[in-house]
Every structure is written in structure tokens, then in C-alpha cells.
């Protein structure tokens, strides 16, 4: 985990972060770090701390979950571009699913205890944060009601 | 029929003796003459022999879910309106066999079927029956796609119409424009003048073929006086209309797709297809395609169909229109709405059918006023 | 009127042979079909259908999934999900099929010409699309950036998957697949196509959009394609109704002024926009 240059920008011109101040941005650029996975390593584990959050920068990671004797289930993956990863603000603060690399991965993170703490002490921030946060979390909710309709079931003869 | 327009000339044939030779004429020519008779208690379209079929000093009584034939005014032969039957039953049959198919091997073969084109004349058509014929043709011929049994029919058939001296309780081709008087699409068009001393029929003509069969018939020149006789027995009957339609319903209707009033509707229709059958322009109609038992010959027929039946939208995985409340909309809007935007045309004739042999009753041009109210009311 | 009697019925369909049937799924096949009696040139347009009759069973609109530049037989994808199709996947080589058509519209492949061209489809809807798809390649220069971003149930119900691969792997093109339903051996991406267009890499002002597939996705699809400012004009749907006569004589295909066989199935979006709202039109 090296400290890049190069994220201030990266974030800044990320659709996830448009509309927030510079100071707020500089907040959440101090907190980033660029992480690379290569495929079929683990970027997190279900039920492990949920200290992070993700931007995928190139490559995919699938959300999993395992089952006993049998593959795993991809409820989805995250691609180029997409945020990963809510756990760090719903308690108690655990991953839900596994999160593992489906080839090489890069990926900056956003380490949630210190922005956790500072959300708390900054209520503005903290809602420029959450409005972010709760568009994904519904883009993600009308997703999986999608993908759960068996859309392709019924299609043209 | 041929051409669309009358001619200036008009005669006067009478009553009785006329119209006897106009069947007797037509049927010489080879023309099977079909007309309204009085049948279960009802006038229907059937073949006629002589003018001795037609149904004479009868009248109807119509309304919402009823119809009665009651006495009329002796002697007279046209004091009614239409009946259940309308000429789409000759021009468009309710079921025609397409072609058939016999297996060969592996393989089948399709024999095409010759079509029966009868040389019909219909006798008594109505102004709002030919609006119905003319809305027909560009169905069947739209401009990418012909049917070629219909067109041959509808060609070979002579149309002698009857300007309408009485309104029906439901009718309101006043209202749609469509009637009371012919203004084109027959051969002949006859407005009947019952008078004491005086029963004759005036005979305007539209056509090449009218005319000459017309010339036959010896009728004397119609005076000025007995033209305008006939015209103001029919403007009688225009402002004696017992229905009339709203103003612009088609738009009205095209605002109105989520109006309530459909589920309201819906309360009472029973999805019987009854106003589909009665109506002279409904021409929706499905394929089957039957095969016997040996399982070796197939026969595709076409068959009058109704988009009041479940069947009627069903694709892959279940019907569109579950709800009587959308079947019915699609009836009405058709007619009344979308029709223009695929014909350029109203699909309603104003004839009245539909209210009459509704068996609750329903009645298109009281839901049209009803839909008009509810506007701004929402 | 004799002469009117002589038309030809255009409800009577032409006997042709099946020349090979392809298995694509384990319940999706492809029919290639060649005239039975004499030797004719067979012409059509990207997304036209035709309708297909089995002896015995009965006939249904299927789309054409075939190379319109190859002239001499007639290509049809479909699923065996009703009683003529479960007929159809149960007949072989050199049986009879009774084919009319083409019918309706197509794809306005060649108003496309100088846009970026996106593709969103799903499931069987990829059929329909894949005579557009051959098209646009043997004129590729005529366009921009063209995307293909379909999506499957499964990574075992992808269609074309052969075909799909080989368009990555050549010219300019980005060929996205995601599927809604996977394990851990499946190494593409899990998740609804729509998500596939927020980042798709075209010029929404300059993109022309085709869009088949159900309903559902389709409205789906579309709604995103106008969140990333694709003008809803440009936005082309291929709709299914009920259709029996593939000529407008029946009216079972109504969907308020239109006929879905002869004025669709392929309609620009803005022209049926207020029909995918109003339920059970």
C-alpha cells in the first residue's frame, strides 16, 4: 500500500465523488490507497471487520457467497469504475459477502475507520457521504430485484 | 360497384312493381341477391328470392340491450333500420378456408384454394353500412398487404342502398357523419315515399352498372318535387337520431387510456363479443390451422375472432389484456381512437348495433359522455 | 375481378426444407431453411420475422437470425417454449417448414451510419439483433464506436457465445456479456445488462441504440440509455405481440395505433415511449 499522486485526481474526477468540496475531497484522498489483487485473491471475507471501501479501477471483482459442497454464488461482480463495499457504515461493521478477484484487480481504498470518525464529527459530510452511498446501495437493490425476476425466463418464441 | 358518386339523374320507380324487377333484374343478370328479411324475430341478411321475402309493414324497436319488431306502417318496406346481421358476413365470412396442406413423406404440399366469389346484390344496405364497406377496403387493402377474396367480392357485389326515413333508438349516424343519407359507395340508392295515395321509390344511381341495370327497370325522371321529398324525409330521420356521439372522441379517448370509467365499465361487460360480431367494421380475425384425423391433410381456416377473448392477445407466457377493463378499452378506443391513426378514419359507422345487442346494455356513446365528464373532475 | 382473384393470398405460405439444424442451447436451436420447390433468392432486413407453419401444429412469427448478404437460405434462432416450437426442435433435416414472409420493419442499420452503434439485448433477443450485427461488420468503417452489451441468465445461456467471443477478439469493438446468475467457475461479470451501459464506451449525443430482449429489460435498458443523455429517438425497441397474420388483417398485434407486425415490431422508442407505460394496452 503505497500513497499515490496520482488518486487526489483520480478521485476528483470520479462521478461518485463530483459535487463534493475540496477540502471534503482532500479528507477522503488522505484516507485512499491503491491496492492491487491478482485472480482468485480474496480482496475481503464475510464476517471479517468491514474497515474499507472500494473503487474498482480496472478489472472485476465478484461478491460471493459460499455454500458447503458446492461453488460459490456471484451475486454480482464490481467492474471498472464501480464502488464496492457499504458494510463500513451499517453496524456492526462486517462484510456480508466474500469479495474476490476474477482476474488481476486494481483497486483504491478508503479506509473507513478514519472516515467513519470523521463523518461522525462533521454531519454535512457525513450526509454528502451517505447521499453518495445510498444511490449505489438502491442502483444495487434494483439490480438484484432484476437479476431475481428470471428476466430472460419468458422471451420470444 | 364501381364508382362512388351519383349522378345527377334520378328516377322514380314504384313501390311494389319497381322493386320487384329490380330483384327480378339483378337475379336475370346473375346476381345472387341477398336483403333483409324477417327471420326469429329479427331482420337479417338472407337470400332473396322475390320482393315477396322482404320483411314489409314491420318496424324495429331498439335500445340499449333490446330489440323488438313491432308493427309498422302498412305496406311499407323499409320502416325498420339494421338488424344483427350486417354485410360483412358476405363480404368478409365469418370463416374461410385459406388453403390446405397434405402430407407427403417427410414433406406436405399446399394446395391453394380457389376463392368463392358469389356476384352478390345486396338490397337495403345502409348509409352507415356503406361507410362500414368503404372502411372494410382499406382494412383489406392497405397498401402493402391485399386480400384478394375480399377485394373480389366486394368488387363483384352491387350495392343498392336505402336512404333512411326512420332513426333507430340507438342509431347516431348523424352524429359520425356516416349517414342518414348515401352520399356515394352503391350502385343504386333508393329513399322510399310512402304516401296514401302515393308509394314509389326515388333512385338515385352511382355507378356505370347502376345505370345500366336502371335502364331496365323503365322508371320515369325523377321531378324536382319528388327529390326534395326524399331529401326532407331523410333530414326527418337525421334530427330523430336516438344516440348521439361527443365531439372529438377520438383525442378524448386517446387522453383518457387510465380514465376509471374503464373499470367501471368492466363492472358491467361480460366479455361477450357480442358488440365484436354485430359491429359492421370489427374485422379482427384468427388463423387455425386444423388437421383431420388421419393426421395427413391440415386445412387453414380464417375465422371472425373477438379482442374481447383472452386468446385474442395472448403471446409467450400469458395474455396482455387480463383485465375486462382493458379488453373493453381496446374495443372502444379502437373504434372510436387508434382507428384514425391506422386509417386515417373513425372505425364507428354510428349504426348502433353494439348498444342494442349488448345484452347489459352498454352503451359506447353514454361511455364516451361519461369519459368527456370525468375530464377535470379527476 | 378475376384478375383480383389471381393475387397471390399473402396468408398462404411457401413450402421450405430444413438444410440443417443447429442445437444452441439446451433449449434454443437454429434452423437453416432452403425453398422446397424451385430456387429463389431470399431478401430481407435486419429484425423482420417470418411466420412458420408445422404441418399439423400451426404457425408463429419468429425473427430472422441470419446473414442478410447471404441470399440463399433463410435462418431462424428460436426457443422450444410453446407447441409449434416444441414441434420444430423435434423435426430434422430435410422436413418441410411453411415460411411467409418477410414481414415488418427493421433496424435502421444504415441511418446508423456515422454514429457510435449500441446494441443492448438479452437473452433469446440477441437473435433478432445478429442479422443487424453482420451487417454492421461488413460495413464497419461506416461507423463509430459499436458496442454489444448482452446479458444471459446464466453463463449456459449464452447465445451465439462462439460468435460473441470472436467480435471481441476482432475489428473495433467492445462486446460486454453479464449474466444475472453464476458460480465461482464463470469469470465474467455477474449482474443486470443495464448496468453494462453506464459505462459503455460511446458518445450518447452521436449513438444510435438497438434494444431487444423482454419487456422488462427493455424498459430497463432504456430508462439508463436516456439517463446517459441517448436521445430517446435514436433508441431503437423491437416489440412482441400477438402476432397471426404478419399483414395487419387480424389485429391481434394492435398496440394502440399500431400493428406490431406491419408498422413494427421494430419501432423507433419515442414513437411507443407512452405504450410502455399504460398497462395492458
Do not use: K
Given at each position: 500500500m503505497v500513497q499515490d499522486?496520482?488518486?487526489d485526481k483520480l478521485i476528483r474526477d470520479h462521478p461518485f465523488f463530483e459535487g463534493m468540496d475540496d477540502e471534503a475531497l482532500e479528507l477522503i484522498a488522505g484516507c485512499a490507497a491503491n491496492e492491487r489483487f491478482d485472480a482468485g485473491q480474496y480482496v475481503f471475507r464475510e464476517g471479517q471487520p468491514a474497515d474499507k471501501f472500494y473503487m474498482v479501477r480496472h478489472g472485476s471483482v465478484a461478491l460471493e457467497v459460499r455454500a458447503p459442497g458446492r461453488d460459490s454464488i456471484v451475486l454480482q461482480t464490481c467492474d471498472d469504475g464501480d464502488v464496492m463495499g457499504w458494510s463500513w457504515i451499517v453496524p456492526p461493521f462486517r462484510w456480508k459477502w466474500d469479495a474476490r478477484a476474477t482476474r488481476l484487480s486494481r483497486l483504491v481504498s478508503f479506509d473507513a475507520i478514519c472516515l467513519r470518525g470523521k463523518l461522525d464529527a462533521d454531519p454535512a459530510l457525513g450526509y454528502a457521504m451517505y447521499k453518495r452511498f445510498v444511490r449505489v446501495i438502491a442502483e444495487r437493490l434494483a439490480h438484484a430485484r432484476l437479476q431475481m425476476i428470471d428476466l430472460y425466463g419468458i422471451g420470444k418464441e | 360497384m364501381t364508382a362512388n358518386k351519383s349522378t345527377n339523374q334520378a328516377f322514380v320507380i314504384d313501390a311494389d312493381k319497381g322493386l320487384q324487377k329490380l330483384i327480378a333484374v339483378l337475379a336475370a343478370e346473375g346476381y345472387q341477391v341477398v336483403g333483409p328479411r324477417l327471420e326469429d324475430g329479427a331482420i337479417v341478411y338472407a337470400e332473396l328470392a322475390s320482393s315477396a321475402d322482404l320483411p314489409v309493414g314491420v318496424k324495429d324497436k331498439q335500445d340499449g340491450g333490446n330489440y323488438r319488431i313491432v308493427k309498422g306502417r302498412e305496406g311499407v318496406y323499409f320502416d325498420y333500420v339494421v338488424g344483427p346481421h350486417s354485410w360483412k358476413r358476405y363480404l368478409f365470412p365469418p370463416e374461410q378456408k385459406i388453403c390446405e396442406f397434405r402430407r407427403q413423406g417427410k414433406a406436405f404440399r399446399i394446395v391453394e384454394e380457389t376463392p368463392d366469389v358469389p356476384a352478390y346484390a345486396f338490397i337495403g344496405?345502409?348509409?352507415c353500412e356503406l361507410q362500414a364497406m368503404q372502411i372494410h377496403d382499406r382494412v383489406f387493402d392497405n397498401g402493402?398487404?391485399?386480400?384478394?377474396?375480399?377485394?373480389?367480392?366486394?368488387d363483384a357485389a352491387f350495392v343498392v342502398a336505402v336512404n333512411c326515413t326512420q332513426a333507430g333508438g340507438t342509431c347516431f349516424c348523424a352524429s359520425m357523419n356516416t349517414g342518414p343519407k348515401a352520399s356515394g359507395g352503391f350502385d343504386l340508392a333508393l329513399t322510399e315515399i310512402a304516401e296514401k295515395s302515393r308509394h314509389v321509390f326515388v333512385v338515385e344511381v352511382g355507378s356505370q352498372r347502376g345505370q345500366e341495370i336502371v335502364a331496365k327497370l323503365k322508371g320515369a325522371a325523377a321531378t324536382d318535387g319528388d327529390v326534395s321529398k326524399a331529401d326532407a324525409l331523410v333530414k326527418k330521420a337525421a334530427a330523430k337520431m336516438g344516440r348521439e356521439m361527443v365531439d372529438d372522441v377520438g383525442p378524448l379517448l386517446k387522453r383518457n387510456l387510465e380514465s376509471n370509467r374503464w373499470y367501471e365499465i368492466s363492472k358491467r361487460c361480460l366479455s361477450c363479443a357480442n358488440c365484436t360480431l354485430v359491429c359492421p367494421t370489427c374485422f379482427c380475425n384468427t388463423v387455425e390451422d386444423v388437421t383431420d384425423l388421419t393426421g395427413a391433410n391440415a386445412v387453414r381456416n380464417r375465422r371472425w375472432d373477438s379482442c374481447f377473448t383472452m386468446d385474442f392477445s395472448y403471446i409467450h407466457g400469458g395474455s396482455i389484456r387480463r383485465e375486462g377493463a382493458s379488453r373493453y378499452r381496446q374495443w372502444m378506443t379502437h373504434k372510436l381512437s387508434s382507428w384514425f391513426d391506422q386509417f386515417e378514419q373513425s372505425g364507428c359507422v354510428g349504426c348502433g348495433r353494439c348498444i342494442t345487442w349488448c345484452p347489459v346494455g352498454i352503451d359506447i356513446t353514454q361511455e364516451a359522455r361519461a369519459i368527456r365528464d370525468s375530464e377535470g373532475r379527476a | 375481378m378475376n384478375q383480383m382473384a389471381a393475387l397471390v393470398d399473402p396468408m398462404v405460405p411457401a413450402p421450405f426444407r430444413i438444410e440443417r439444424v443447429k442445437k444452441e442451447l439446451s433449449d434454443t436451436f437454429t434452423l437453416d431453411l432452403v425453398p422446397a420447390e424451385r430456387k429463389r433468392s431470399i431478401s430481407f432486413l435486419p429484425g423482420q420475422f417470418n411466420m412458420l407453419y408445422v404441418f399439423g401444429v400451426g404457425e408463429i412469427p419468429i425473427s430472422i437470425s441470419g446473414d442478410p448478404g447471404v441470399g440463399d437460405k433463410i435462418v431462424h434462432t428460436t426457443r422450444a417454449v410453446g407447441n409449434v416450437t416444441n414441434a420444430m426442435w423435434k423435426m430434422g433435416?430435410?422436413?418441410?417448414?411453411?415460411?411467409?414472409?418477410?414481414?415488418g420493419t427493421a433496424w435502421p442499420v444504415e441511418e446508423a451510419e456515422g454514429s457510435d452503434v449500441v446494441i443492448v439485448t438479452g437473452g433469446i433477443g440477441l437473435a433478432p439483433l445478429r442479422p443487424a450485427i453482420y451487417q454492421i461488420l461488413a460495413n464497419r468503417q461506416a461507423y463509430g464506436n459499436v458496442c454489444i452489451m448482452y446479458g444471459a441468465r446464466t453463463p449456459e445461456d449464452i447465445l451465439f457465445r462462439k460468435e460473441l467471443e470472436k467480435w471481441r477478439g476482432q475489428f473495433d469493438m467492445q462486446v460486454d456479456v453479464t449474466v444475472d446468475h453464476a458460480?465461482?467457475?464463470?469469470?465474467?461479470k455477474v449482474g443486470v445488462v443495464t448496468k453494462l451501459i453506464g459505462r459503455g464506451g460511446f458518445d450518447p449525443h452521436h449513438t444510435v441504440a438497438f434494444v431487444c430482449g423482454p419487456e422488462v429489460m427493455m424498459r430497463y435498458a432504456v430508462d439508463t440509455l436516456v439517463e446517459r443523455g441517448v436521445s430517446e429517438k435514436d433508441i431503437?425497441?423491437?416489440?412482441?405481440?400477438?402476432?397471426k397474420c404478419g399483414i395487419g388483417f387480424c389485429g391481434h398485434c394492435q398496440l394502440g395505433g399500431d400493428f406490431v407486425c406491419k408498422d413494427g415490431p421494430v419501432f423507433p422508442f419515442d414513437a411507443v415511449a407512452d405504450r410502455f407505460v399504460i398497462q395492458e394496452l
Open positions: 499522486m496520482g488518486l | 344496405a345502409r348509409p402493402e398487404f391485399a386480400d384478394p377474396a375480399y377485394l373480389a367480392r366486394r | 433435416v430435410g422436413q418441410t417448414i411453411g415460411v411467409r414472409g418477410p414481414f458460480t465461482g467457475r464463470w469469470g465474467g431503437h425497441v423491437s416489440l412482441e405481440r400477438n402476432m
